[in-house]
């Protein structure tokens, strides 16, 4: 018999006593060496060996009696909650909205599988103690819900009971918050408490309250059922009660959930024993098939809890991966749901999954195009290929990385070069019109507000990709929005850095952060080899170059002109190596307005471009790139910036001010006139009207006309009439 934890080897001979070899107590979990190592230690006679013949242990076959420190509280994992709980701490209380009066349903009808499993249910739920026959006028119906077995859940629709419930406010755990209890630990265990709802009585003036209707009879609980509002409140509220002063230090709990985590397993010892003691005192119990004991690694809420950090538990992330394309919206709003939970893991979910959010809001068409299949498929990717996110450590600085763009607000939580969260979110319709310092600056904020339980009262080195906002300390003018914010960034000891050139692409790999598809930026191979992380984050994707490339057959001209090209029939346009069209040495862009958009947005917007006019902007891209129609475009979309019409100085002669004209004394003195064009011909040939008006009086003559008339003829018309 091998016991690592207690570092004990029993061997059973056959005709003698057992012997028992005591090993060295180590303050770490045992770890697993090679043979070759092995045979290293061995051959050097610095320790001696024994060959023994581990078999696998089957969970299945796992026993009480086995698991070291818990054999010695068999009483605290019963098979069964025989009879009606203790008194404890807390009881639970249904106090109703003043005026409420007993609600009753009619039961609904079920099917003979179900009411077999209904009558199997009642029988033991009357065996337990956990009901008993009623008579009162309250009454709720019974469903059955599945389980993963395949088996049947009973459950009871309280939702007219829980309508007149006065809430409990107590509040659940947020989970971030649980799992940032956790760093330095190495060794975890994990309990679930056999049936928590069915340890707590209930009021005796209550039990009424909780009556159910069946073809069998009426009966009401004295324990609390499954069901009702208030029970993961009331439930939280024990659990907390019980262990507060174990909290935060080795104990986490969710509900029925507890985790007790240690650094080193002689320290894990005595938490084990500190728990079990408490739930042995508390006539708590615990079911033993779902607990699991001395872990490196263990399942939590929906997360993998390890020494270096938390990752996503991938049996939950397998409903992600298998989920089939969203037909409605409903659909869409499921898996966002279900994605959403474990955003912190992706860095800029919100700009993701942007497309996919629009279909969720009230009037929109929904419309599922390429693009957002692309997107669905990428947000499955990224979740099943989730980073482990390190657990922060309050005793050291922090690192934030901001980034900000017209999509949306990004940022990244660092300590020591590891990633310990990411956060994102969409712009509001009115932030769209912020300049890009005010959004740099809002991408600051975002990242203290949503992070401040980690920052507050430390230090933390904040870095952009937007020079300015350096000297946003030192800025003497700031508008209303600047100032409200500097009173908030203030609260922070924090320092806003620039990456300027080469640094910030060491800090966008580690962020994960994209480049513009026009910048070439180059490092060095040994900036990149300092941190093995660096690598894992980078991923290769299409090139512009590329991505026009393999859309120009796509574009019937350019097609057209290839393959007069390829026969030398038209100057000017060549063919490159890579079946790239080119006009004079410049590559052509197909009509696709995103690749053209993309370009001129990056030509014109990008950090490194400081918004040029149109004929400098122009210049610079009839380099590279050519289509039909280049200039005009360009000079459209520069007309269109925003940032330009609001920044750039006028370079004419400010307009005076409007004079109006002056209204004569006498009618007719004064007169205005206009036309009237483009009206079906007549039988006089006609086609216009020509509007006379009287400034004074606003009467008016209506002369019909001609477009093809000489002045001569008009200054007739206006004599004679």
């Not at 033993?288 to 993998?304: M, N, Q, Y």
């Not at 471009?609 to 004929?615: A, L």
Request: aromatic residues 12%; glycine residues 6%; proline residues 4%.
């Amino acid at each position: 018999d091998i016991r690592c934890q207690e570092c004990e080897v029993t061997l059973f001979l056959v005709s003698d006593q057992p012997v028992v070899f005591f090993g060295v107590k180590s303050r770490t979990v045992p770890r697993v060496i090679s043979s070759m190592q092995a045979r290293k230690s061995l051959s050097k006679g610095s320790c001696q060996g024994y060959l023994v013949s581990m078999v696998y242990e089957d969970d299945s076959e796992r026993t009480l009696e086995r698991v070291s420190i818990v054999c010695e509280f068999l009483d605290v994992f019963l098979d069964e909650l025989l009879g009606g709980p203790p008194d404890c701490q807390v009881e639970f209380t249904i106090d109703l909205v003043p005026g409420a009066g007993p609600v009753s349903k009619a039961p609904y009808r079920m099917a003979p599988k179900e009411l077999q499993e209904l009558k199997a249910k009642i029988q033991e739920l009357l065996r337990l103690g956990f009901i008993r026959p009623s008579v009162l006028p309250w009454g709720a119906p019974v469903v059955f819900v599945k389980k993963k077995d395949g088996s049947m859940r009973m459950c009871i629709d309280y939702r007219e009971l829980n309508t007149l419930t006065v809430k409990n406010k107590y509040p659940l755990p947020r989970i971030e918050d649980l799992f940032d209890q956790l760093r330095g630990a190495s060794i975890f265990s994990k309990f679930d408490l056999r049936s928590v709802y069915h340890q707590l009585k209930i009021r005796e003036s209550d039990i009424s309250k909780t009556t159910f209707h069946t073809r069998y009879g009426h009966y009401e609980f004295v324990v609390m059922p499954f069901g009702l509002s208030n029970a993961p409140a009331v439930s939280m509220d024990l659990m907390n009660r019980v262990f507060h002063p174990f909290l935060d230090q080795f104990f986490i709990v969710f509900i029925d959930n507890i985790l007790v985590y240690s650094r080193y397993i002689d320290h894990h010892k005595e938490h084990l024993r500190i728990v079990l003691k408490t739930l042995r005192r508390e006539k708590l119990y615990a079911k033993f098939s779902k607990c699991e004991f001395w872990l490196d690694r263990v399942a939590f809420l929906g997360h993998i809890v390890i020494a270096r950090g938390i990752e996503v538990d991938p049996s939950k992330i397998e409903a992600v991966s298998k989920w089939d394309t969203p037909r409605s919206a409903v659909d869409v709003r499921s898996f966002l749901g279900l994605a959403g939970y474990y955003r912190r893991f992706i860095e800029g979910f919100s700009k993701i999954a942007q497309p996919l959010t629009n279909l969720t809001k009230k009037a929109m068409r929904f419309d599922w195009s390429q693009k957002c299949e692309e997107i669905f498929q990428e947000l499955k990717r990224r979740l099943t290929t989730a980073p482990v996110l390190s657990i922060p450590d309050h005793t050291l600085e922090f690192t934030i990385y901001s980034d900000a763009l017209k999509m949306g607000l990004g940022c990244v939580l660092m300590q020591q070069g590891r990633v310990v969260a990411y956060a994102s979110r969409q712009l509001k319709p009115h932030e769209q019109n912020y300049p890009t310092h005010d959004l740099e600056l809002a991408a600051v904020v975002h990242a203290l507000k949503i992070w401040r339980h980690y920052l507050y009262g430390g230090k933390c080195e904040i870095f952009t990709d937007h020079k300015s906002l350096k000297y946003i300390f030192t800025q003497k003018e700031m508008n209303m929005r600047q100032r409200r914010w500097l009173e908030l960034v203030k609260d922070y000891d924090c320092m806003i850095s620039y990456h300027p050139g080469k640094a910030n692409v060491v800090a966008d790999a580690l962020s994960r952060r994209s480049y513009g598809q026009l910048s070439c930026l180059f490092t060095g191979q040994n900036v990149l080899l300092r941190d093995w992380g660096v690598l894992t984050a980078l991923v290769v994707g299409p090139t512009l170059r590329g991505r026009i490339v393999a859309e120009q057959p796509n574009d019937r001209f350019l097609c057209r002109m290839k393959d007069l090209a390829f026969n030398g029939q038209i100057g000017g346009f060549t063919v490159a190596t890579d079946g790239a069209l080119l006009f004079e040495g410049r590559l052509c862009v197909p009509m696709v307005w995103e690749l053209r958009k993309e370009i001129l947005r990056e030509a014109h917007s990008a950090s490194y471009t400081v918004h040029p006019c149109s004929t400098k902007m122009y210049q610079d891209l009839r380099k590279s790139f050519w289509w039909r129609g280049m200039k005009r475009q360009v000079a459209r979309f520069v007309d269109g910036c925003l940032v330009c019409q609001q920044v750039k100085a006028e370079h004419q002669k400010p307009r005076g001010l409007l004079r109006p004209l002056e209204v004569r004394m006498w009618k007719w003195e004064c007169i205005t006139m206009d036309f009237l064009v483009g009206l079906p011909r007549s039988r006089s040939a006609y086609d216009s009207i020509w509007v006379i008006v009287d400034r004074l009086t606003k009467s008016g003559h209506f002369l019909p006309v001609r477009t093809t008339m000489k002045a001569s003829n008009y200054a007739e018309f206006f004599v004679k009439d």
